[in-house]
């Protein structure tokens, strides 16, 4: 069945999230079989699906955040850098290279990603072609945008809720922003009755770190105290790397590419010696209730087991990646990365090259030649391999 028919059968019940797991294990089917012809010299044909970085800017300061928080990599950013947005034509002809080609979703992102200025021309043009659009945002802009996301058929809203009002405003840096966000979910409600329709299909992204850990119960409980068209909530282990691995990825990176690679420290971290009792006891709790909607930890680890996750040197993820193969990223200046959450050597520009060249040129056959020795020191907590 196609990705397409799987959403279709979908709208009319609470199995997205089910049928879309059956996708994704699909794909990673398809990407061991890409990473396979690789060992013999082969390239893959297109990507599977597109994420985009429309943009740097965000209006929050998250402090989990890779690219604004504590240690991110966009502080580092000038002014002029930040203004950057990918450009809608750039990605018209780049969509016009794919047509027909076996991609059917695209994932946008920023920064904020509601903070580009043609966000919705971009949609409009995109689901013009065809393709299912996934939103990843903070929600702060949510009510102001709702009505244009239902009438172009958004597929799927990922939401970021960190906890109750509270503690969610104090992670995200801005006062108010819990209120915003509740604003925006029951905006987004009412025009999908209004407009009598099923999309988008809204997650509940939460990152679990030592900022949050036992608030996940009263998290559930306050988002399930009334109908927020909730599908599903993903509390999500995060990503983190400790000091000496962030070391050996830069020493890496400097060897193979002659280049520096500053995006693993906006995940700097280390757990070890942290009391991780309450987080087990918190989602113990959580997995014995039953709420309106799913409730999905990720990656899928039992409760009892969740140590295991902060110990770093313990392997809990896949050890192969697909990503290169499948997904590449594209940033607000047109720059293509083979991974979306370290964005460091690029593979080429679409402001300035044609699909096929960055695709299968050499930056691109040389870094997955690279992934076929075995996955990055920074990737063991990576969301793409945790499924989060």
Known sequence: MRYAELLNAARQSRLYYPLKGLVSLRARELGARMRLLGRVGLEPPNPLELFLRV???????????????????????????????????????????????PFPLVNIEGGEALLHREIEAMVTMLRGRGLHVKIVTNGVLLERHAGWLVRQGVAALSVSIDGSAGLHDEIRGVPGTYDKVLAGLRALRDEKRRQRSHLPLVQIATTMTRHNFGAMERHCDDLGREDLGIAVVMLKHPIFIPEAYVHRHEALVRREYGAEAPSARGFLDDYTGFDLAPLRHDLERVTARTYPFEVVILPRIPPAESARYYDYAQRVTPTRCSVPWMSPTIEPDGEVYPCNEFPDVSMGNINTQGWQEIWHGEPYRRFRKLLLRGLLPICHRCCQLTGA
């Not at 209006?59 to 604004?68: D, E, F, S, T």
């Not at 928080?69 to 930040?82: M, V, Y």
């Open 55 to 101: 943009t740097f800017r965000c209006n929050l300061r998250c402090k989990m955040c890779g690219q604004w928080g504590d240690s991110g990599r966009s502080r580092a950013f000038d002014n002029q850098r930040l203004r950057q947005a990918l450009d809608v034509r750039a990605l018209e002809r780049l969509a016009g290279e794919l047509q027909g080609g």
